[in-house]
T-cell receptor
Framework: NAGVTQTPKFRVLKTGQSMTLLCAQDMNHEYMYWYRQDPGMGLRLIHYSVGEGTTAKGEVPDGYNVSRLKKQNFLLGLESAAPSQTSVYFC?????????????FGPGTRLTVT | AQSVTQPDIHITVSEGASLELRCNYSYGATPYLFWYVQSPGQGLQLLLKYFSGDTLVQGIKGFEAEFKRSQSSFNLRKPSVHWSDAAEYFCAVGGGSNYKLTFGKGTLLTVNP
């Protein structure tokens, strides 16, 4: 099992450009999450999904959109990138029963917006 | 709302010394508590978790943590630190029906030879 994978690993954007980050999990997890990590800020939740076709806002959703068209994939979109969105982005997933709070993380995507 | 405080931003210890990383949480009911570790350039790896039962939990790599409800704490300990333990450590709390975790801002551990 690959676990949680993220594509791409690195990306440089210019202000105003758009891009989509892809997260895929092969553990049949119901819940998926997108976080951003900035120095001294820990991880902050951007958006999350509790199942295929559902999404919800997290702590810092502005400037981002998400979609969960397939259970195994969770996409994070930046429509018009800004320098403030320079960050490391992590995707995570978890079960919906048993121990649903235990989240499994991907390796991250380092995004730089110039 | 749930929250996590990790009072120490950066801790330096010598190899072989004992370690304690502090974590205080705020949550109205019984919390689910986690410690994750992040090596440079890597994702987060689960060290240990507390859901219920024994308040002293054992994790991977020789780490343990103790849940103290009266102090709202979940401190991470290791009796003898190895150079490979140098990393950033995150405490997290969960609870409620939406299965979200709230993370602390992290403690960076430096290990001197």
């Amino acid at each position: 099992n690959a676990g949680v994978t993220q594509t791409p690993k690195f990306r440089v954007l210019k202000t105003g450009q758009s891009m989509t980050l892809l997260c895929a999990q092969d553990m049949n997890h119901e819940y998926m999450y997108w976080y951003r990590q900035d120095p001294g800020m820990g991880l902050r939740l951007i958006h999350y999904s509790v199942g295929e076709g559902t999404t919800a806002k997290g702590e810092v959703p502005d400037g981002y959109n998400v979609s969960r068209l397939k259970k195994q994939n969770f996409l994070l979109g930046l429509e018009s990138a800004a320098p403030s969105q320079t960050s490391v982005y992590f995707c995570a997933s978890s079960y919906d029963r048993g121990e649903p709070y235990e989240q499994y993380f991907g390796p991250g995507t380092r995004l730089t917006v110039t | 709302a749930q929250s996590v405080t990790q009072p120490d931003i950066h801790i330096t210890v010598s190899e072989g010394a004992s370690l304690e990383l502090r974590c205080n949480y705020s949550y109205g009911a019984t919390p689910y508590l986690f410690w994750y570790v992040q090596s440079p350039g890597q994702g987060l790896q689960l060290l240990l978790k507390y859901f219920s039962g024994d308040t002293l939990v054992q994790g991977i790599k020789g780490f343990e943590a103790e849940f103290k409800r009266s102090q709202s704490s979940f401190n991470l300990r290791k009796p003898s630190v190895h150079w490979s333990d140098a990393a950033e450590y995150f405490c997290a709390v969960g609870g409620g029906s939406n299965y979200k975790l709230t993370f602390g801002k992290g403690t960076l551990l430096t290990v001197n030879p």
